[in-house]
Structure formats: C-alpha cells, structure tokens
C-alpha cells in the first residue's frame, strides 16, 4: 500500500488558500468530516461502543448511519477490549441490519497498543501500511488504553499525542476518532486535559442509562454545531447460535429511537468509577479512581472504596488479575 506523503511545513500565498474547497467533505453527513481528528466521549456503559462500530460497519458498506449518507471507506478500529466480545456486537450488527459487513473494508486490531510510544507509533503504521488499501477513519476505543506514557490530565502529553494523530492524518488524508470517558462530573464533559478537547476538531458525547442512549454534538470546528441529537437503544440480538451448554448466544448493537430519553444524573458506584478510569497497573489505577472520585471524602477513603471496587471487580468476572500482577478487563466489562 502507498501511503499519502507527509505534508511538508510551508507558507502559502492566498491564492492558493482560496482553490481550496469551501464545502466540507463528509464521511458520515452531517457528522463526521473527512480528513480531521474527533472524539466520541460519555461514562462508562452508556453506548459509546456500539455507536462506533455502528458507524463502521456503515461506512465499510457505504450504508447510511441512521439516515445520515455515509462516504464508502476503509475502516479501522483499534480495540482495547476482547475480540470475542466485538464478534458478537458485529454479528449482532449485521442481524439486525440485514447486511453483510464488507470484510475487505474493517479491520480490527489484536490487542491495544502504547500509541503514544514511539515503537507503539511505528508498529501502528506498519501495519497500516501492510493493509491493502489506505484507511478512511480510525477509531481509537479508547484513548487510555491507547496511553502508555501519557497522561490524560497533562495538556503537554495531550497536545503531543493529537500532534501524533495528525501525522497519521496527513499520511492517509484520514479521519480519527478517540473514543473516551466523561471526567469527573459527567456534566463537565470529556475528562482529563483542556488541551484534547481544544486540539480536536469535532466531538459528540453519548449519555444514556437503562440502555437507551443519546448522541449529541458539543463541537464541529468548520461547520454548525446545532445538529439535533439522535436516541438509541442498545437492543440484545439472538445471533442463532447455541453455546456448548445449550443456551442461545446473544449479541448487542444500537437501534434507533424516535422518543427522546430523559436522562437523570446518577451516582456512579464504586465499580463503575473504577471501569471508567481502568489501567493495567495497579498504582496508577488507584490514582486515576482518586482523581475520578467526587465524593466528599478523604483521599485515603477513596484509595479504600477503589480496593473494595477492584475486588468486587475481579470477584464478578470483569477483571481479571494476571500473573505479572497487572489487570485487564474480560468481555464481561
């Protein structure tokens, strides 16, 4: 595969400014512009997931996304969870559509990587560049498992790692998407530094509770921002099969809703703070649940309330302790 050149840095005259097109190009109409950086952002279990693959299975087969047109591409998503668990969302996807997804056009990856590591860098696009065709969008679910040595809250590492995204943008005249979780309050938007929703040209959150859902825009850079929210409902799907023990296996994928859903600003417990601020190493999990708590104790209560949240995590299936002493999260997360 021949990848776009690197734009090189220049200065140019007006009239070369002015031949370029003032109307936006769109891979989803509407709401995801063609050759930008975006975020899709909101709590831990509230869609975020679904409506990305959603989108990507759209965009490989050039179907319109809830009747927004879609631009045919290349779709990659680089997942922080387990394959199994996209397997399923996926089929379940095609299922409820009534569609076979375009299997030349998305591809996932194996596992998460250090994107912003320089040998995490280099091995994403070497494999980019062993895909047959260039990519379209990239989503990246999510952002902190794509974080090795950066952190969330520093606008420095955040600028850097958008700054990283944007070299892969102009390589492959592409679209990214991270995908990430609300800070603290939900109500005050995409947790961790200032300096990633600034540096982003797009973003929408998704809230929701009780599997219904809303998508909506807080920005879009080059056009209006007053695009009228869409509901959802994450709808179980039998996918036909039957598991070893005789029980059907079932997926998952969102379904549009007409009736807007009132959503009411919950109390997150212990375990889904936890969830949402996951790492892999136990200190800087403990710290990221401190900085994520907002209830009115001391910082020692909170390193409290996250080792009962990661055992009862670890004792219901949702994490599971490796024999390095890291954690990941199992399907069931």
Known sequence: MTSFNTTPYNFIKLDELYCQPLEID?????????????????????????????????????????????????VLVMAGEG???????????????NLAIDQQKLHVSSRAIGLDTDNGYKQVLQAIEELETPP????????????????????????????????????????????HHTGKSTNQGARGASA??????????????????????????DADDAIPSKYFEIKAVDLGLISSKGKP??????????????????????????????TTDKKEWQRAYVQTCTDPISDESKGKQYREARKNLISDGKVLENEDGSYSLTEAA
């Not at 769109?26 to 975020?48: C, F, L, Q, R, T």
């Not at 929703?197 to 850079?221: H, I, L, P, T, W």
């Not at 600003?265 to 212990?270: D, E, L, N, W």
């Open 136 to 179: 379209k969008v990239i989503f990246i679910d999510t952002l902190s498992r794509h974080l090795m040595e950066s952190g969330e809250n520093s606008n420095d590492d955040m600028a850097r790692f958008i700054n990283k995204l944007e070299d892969i943008r102009l390589m492959y005249g592409c679209t990214i998407i991270l995908v």
């Open 196 to 221: 990633l929703k600034a540096n982003v040209d797009f973003s929408f959150e998704v809230s929701g509770q009780n599997k219904k859902c809303r998508f909506s825009c807080d920005k879009m850079k």
């Open 83 to 97: 394959l199994p668990g996209l397997s399923r969302r996926l089929l379940a996807i095609e299922k409820e559509h």
């Open 249 to 278: 296996i079932t997926g998952a994928c969102v379904v549009g809703s007409t009736t807007p859903i009132s959503l009411k600003i919950i109390k997150q417990s212990k375990e889904d703070i936890a969830l949402a601020c996951f």
């Open 26 to 74: 769109w891979i989803i109409e509407d709401i995801m512009p063609s050759n930008s950086v975006g975020m899709i952002y909101g709590p831990s279990g509230s869609g975020k997931s679904h409506v990305i693959l959603s989108m990507a299975a759209m965009i490989a087969n050039g179907r319109d996304w809830f009747d927004k047109e879609t631009e045919q591409g290349n």
